[in-house]
């Protein structure tokens, strides 16, 4: 595994406890006696508070439910996992040799576990606002637009990606229904890959029904 003191370099925190952030990047692959399950699942609740906050703030006049649908988007493995990346995350990970064969350094759910588990030793070691600092930092350069279009963007793009290399397609979205209010409609969306109906979901457009409809058969593709 490489150096430690540069990945801190990268992540622009020094630990005062160097076995904290060991752990932090422990696989439970490794079979040691501490993993980064742990420290996963309190950076996981963190995380989730830090971003809330984060959307609070930045959004003063937008409703809750909007800004559930959007910390949904950016509290998820392919988010976090892209915060990762940017800090070269996989090139540091204590993995079992099977799984490095099975090219475990590149695999959105480890990453995004270990992001979870490094922002929780953070947590640990310096407290919330070191937390906000780092992870608010990392999410502007990951995410510059954050904003229902550019996620929209994000999670459509993504999956065509994911179906055109694995599959050799694209999906197809079908308006099933729509329902409610002129000024209050709601639209709902199936998303199909080859005829086969993968996800559902319902939005107030249908930009944003086919937002979450994608994000769903993300999830169900990459289990």
Sequence with gaps: MKNLEEFERNLGYKFKQSELLEEALTHKSTKQALNNE????LGDAVMD???????????SKIAEGDMSKLRAALVNEKSFANMSRRLKMGEFLRLSQAEENNGGR??????????????GAIYLEAGLDKVREISIALLELCYPQIDFAHLEK??????????????GVIPTYELISSFGPDHKKEFEIALLLNGKEISRAVGSSKKQAQQLAAKIALEKIKK
Aim: hydrophobic share 50%.
């Design 38 to 41: 742990r420290l996963e699942f």
């Design 49 to 59: 508070l830090i971003v809330a906050e984060y959307l609070f703030k930045k959004f």
């Design 106 to 119: 590149e695999k959105d759910s480890i990453l995004s576990d270990a992001f979870e588990a490094v922002m």
């Design 154 to 167: 994000d999670y459509k793009t993504a999956l065509q990606e994911v179906t055109q290399a694995t599959l």
